[in-house]
């Protein structure tokens, strides 16, 4: 196994009588998919890794360093969220410019920085457009642009293209993997499409009811579900050799 | 839990200074109460002017609604009439109109020598007599607030969703079933809190029932307190019609509370539908007909402000310096209470943002939002009447009148902050809080970056409609004002009450102008180009 990435040891997290452990290594380097229901903790689990929910007890921790206790934006991680990943009366370059400086004080190489991360990801010469002169599809490849410039080792999709139509979303899916291969990042989302994980990840864990239930090699999850949970959903039968619980 | 700070001591300071405030102004008014109260409390005087407050404050209330109700239907019913926009920004002029410009505006225009009068008189009919009185209070308060009615009754019209209309149009429903099934519901929800509204405003009214008003017979508590006050120097009576004033505003307010909270928007597609019953001739005509007469109301008082300013002794009246000095002092009560009411009203919208939004207690948010607003049970009167009291030991009653008056009405206009602010911090924090934290903008960067640019707008609308109220004030300046701090509206009260007519038309026009290129300077200024 690869050097270690994302570690979650023993995290405990809950509100009131909903409560959550969570237990989870992705290798450096390797594109992990959380699947499972809504309500499983799929975007609980990204939130506590981005800093944006506090642990009750148990470590994160990244390419071996302990990060709990670190505030969001000191972390080595960049989030995409479902939305609202940019500022809509900033445009795209400096929606981009702040992942360079949280003020937004950039001086000409960081610019020329920001405009080559947004040729990066297909955006060449939109530098001067507002979030609403872009499309859904190419708003989010802006958020992508900045998780570039930020350059951060883990890169957290808390289901960004949910919104976008199949075809856009599997191409949006394969450049975030041709990033990742190109920088070498460790990329962790979450997603309710088992066919998404197939394509992109080379690990997948299921989460049901706040817990992980079963984590491994893609196609092994997916094609020889080990646990009912699992099997239900995603609707096929136990796999030989199952054992309950 | 979440882990970003929740400030508290934003709005620890602002109720702090608020509640304080009118609270220490209302303690110095029971501390004076005299101990023979009770006896004095219902003496057929009193209860003469609580009687026409209330009559007026009723009459005035079923007068705007009943004349703004067809404006609003008519407006709802025709949304793309050239001069549409126009028309509805004429309807925010009241707003901040000075009440004493209104007055010279109103009596040129409903007065015994006015144009209505002069309409009547050349068709052979008798002419109009004069506007004080009863008569005359009715018209300024409907003058006031038929525009604020229709204003606040079309967001019950635009929330009708286009589904809605297509499916009345499919059933065939007429004018008056559309009114009954679809309009009314909704109408019904809201008139109650809009009616209290106008009531509240119209129960405390003072300028208005000072300079129309008068004699026993049409005076209310607001003029008998100042009257008490200023020109009987009893005191003890002051304190007892405030009071008598806070208990009963008190209670309107918490009706208002409790009306206030069923704005309940629907979800929907929002396609566009036109109305079944718009394209009636008869309805074009009631439609028509009910603008122009409305649009006209408003208009003729303005238009005459403005003529008779023009043709009366600009230069003589220009030149003279205690004008200048009225007009700066005038300015400075403006930008103080603009100043004073932001700084109040964004230190309260900031924690209760916190609170609603990083805690998730809306309820408790709300609460604390409602608490700003409180100073509306406190009329501007009551509460100079308060610091009068206080102050009047110390013998410097008078030396405070310029930050009195800017501190009173910024505090007044703290509720504008909240309404123009509160929701744009709220939504920047519904949808940045994680990619700020997630980015590392905070502190300067983040209000530079984030929260300013979101709230400018509303922040430079509240601000300018602060200042425009502070400078045309006449509350606060008539109960503190002396020789040394006469502002522009005392200024041309004192030239109405010396029936020297010309020069007051002249001074309603400075007033006028005042007011708006305070307004519109900082409206544009601190509100930035308008983004579309």
Request: positive net charge; charged residues 15%.
């Amino acid at each position: 196994m690869a050097a270690p990435g994302l570690e979650l040891q023993d995290l405990h997290f809950g509100r009131g009588s909903w409560q959550v452990v969570f237990d989870l290594a992705v290798p450096a380097g390797a594109f992990a998919a959380l699947i499972g229901a809504s309500g499983a903790g799929k975007s609980t689990l990204l939130a506590l890794v981005g800093g944006f929910e506090t642990p009750a007890s148990g470590s994160i921790r990244i390419d071996g360093v302990d990060i709990t206790g670190l505030a969001p934006a000191q972390r080595p991680v960049t989030t995409l969220f479902q939305d609202h990943n940019l500022f809509a009366h900033l445009d795209a370059a400096q929606n981009v410019g702040l992942g360079l400086d949280p003020g937004l004080r950039l001086d000409a190489a960081q610019k020329a920085k920001v405009s080559q991360a947004l040729a990066h990801v297909g955006l060449g010469g939109m530098d001067r457009r507002l979030p609403r002169e872009l499309s859904g599809g190419e708003r989010q490849r802006v958020a992508l642009a900045r998780s570039l410039v930020r350059a951060r080792p883990v890169l957290l999709l808390d289901e960004p293209f949910a919104a976008l139509g199949p075809a856009l979303r599997r191409d949006m899916l394969d450049l975030v993997d041709a990033l990742r291969r190109e920088t070498g990042i460790t990329v962790v989302m979450v997603s309710h499409e088992p066919a998404d994980a197939r394509r992109v990840a080379d690990i997948t864990a299921f989460m049901h009811e706040g817990r992980i239930l079963a984590q491994g090699d893609t196609d092994t999850v997916l094609d020889s579900p080990d646990h009912p949970a699992l099997a239900d959903y995603l609707g096929v039968a136990p796999s030989e050799g199952s054992t309950s619980g | 839990m979440s882990a970003l700070p929740v400030h508290r001591w934003p709005a620890g300071f602002a109720l702090l200074a608020t509640l304080g405030l009118a609270g220490v102004a209302l303690a110095a008014l029971l501390a004076a109460v005299p101990a023979s109260a009770p006896v004095r409390l219902f003496d057929p005087y009193t209860v003469r002017i609580l009687g026409f407050t209330a009559f007026q404050a009723v009459l005035s209330t079923l007068l705007s609604l009943a004349f703004a109700l067809p404006v609003a239907r008519a407006l709802a019913r025709r949304t793309a009439f050239p001069g549409r926009g126009l028309l509805l920004g004429l309807f925010g002029i009241p707003l901040v109109l000075p009440a004493i410009v209104a007055v010279v505006g109103i009596a040129a225009v409903w007065g015994r020598n006015g144009m209505a009068s002069a309409l009547l008189e050349a068709l052979g009919l008798e002419g109009l007599s004069p506007l004080y009185g009863l008569s005359g209070i009715l018209i300024a308060h409907v003058f006031f607030n038929m525009p604020l009615a229709v204003r606040l009754l079309l967001p019950a019209w635009s929330a009708i969703p286009g589904e809605t209309w297509r499916l009345s149009a499919q059933l065939g429903m007429g004018s008056g079933a559309l009114f009954r099934i679809i309009e009314w519901p909704r109408l019904s929800a809201v008139l109650p809190g809009i009616a209290a509204l106008i009531f509240l405003l119209c129960f405390t009214s003072f300028t208005v029932v000072l300079t129309l008003g008068g004699g026993p017979a049409a005076t209310t508590l607001e003029v008998a307190i100042y009257q008490a006050l200023r020109l009987d120097f009893d005191v003890a009576r002051a304190v007892l019609l405030a009071l008598m004033q806070v208990a009963i505003c008190a209670a309107i307010a918490l009706l208002l509370a409790a009306s206030g909270r069923n704005a309940a928007s629907e979800a929907a597609a929002g396609i566009a539908a036109q109305r079944p019953d718009a394209a009636r001739p008869g309805a074009r005509i009631f439609d028509a007909g009910s603008i122009t007469i409305a649009a006209l109301w408003v208009l003729l008082p303005l238009g005459a402000v403005v003529a008779a300013g023009l043709s009366g002794p600009l230069l003589s009246v220009l030149g003279e310096r205690e004008v200048w000095l009225a007009t700066l002092r005038s300015l400075l009560v403006g930008l103080g209470a603009g100043a004073v009411a932001l700084t109040l009203g964004t230190a309260l919208a900031w924690s209760a943002r916190d609170i609603a939004v990083r805690r998730g207690r809306v309820r408790r948010a709300d609460r604390l939002e409602l608490a700003g607003s409180l100073n509306l049970v406190v009329s501007p009167t009551v509460f100079g009447a308060g610091l009068f009291v206080l102050l009047l030991p110390l013998g410097q009653v008078f030396s405070f009148a310029l930050p009195i008056a800017a501190l009173v009405n910024g505090v007044i206009a703290v509720p504008y902050v909240l309404r123009l602010v509160g929701p744009a911090l709220r939504r920047t924090a519904e949808h940045h809080d994680r990619l700020c934290a997630g980015l590392g903008i905070g502190g300067m960067d983040r209000l530079r970056l984030v929260e300013w640019p979101a709230a400018r707008r509303g922040i430079a609308l509240a601000v300018a409609l602060a200042a425009a109220l502070g400078a045309g004030d006449l509350t606060v300046i008539a109960l503190f004002g002396n020789q040394d701090s006469i502002t522009l509206p005392l200024l041309l009260y004192r030239a109405l009450g010396a029936y020297r007519t010309q020069e007051a038309a002249v001074l309603a026009l400075l007033l006028v102008g005042l007011c708006l290129a305070l307004f519109l300077v900082i409206e544009r200024t601190v509100g930035g180009r308008t983004r579309t």
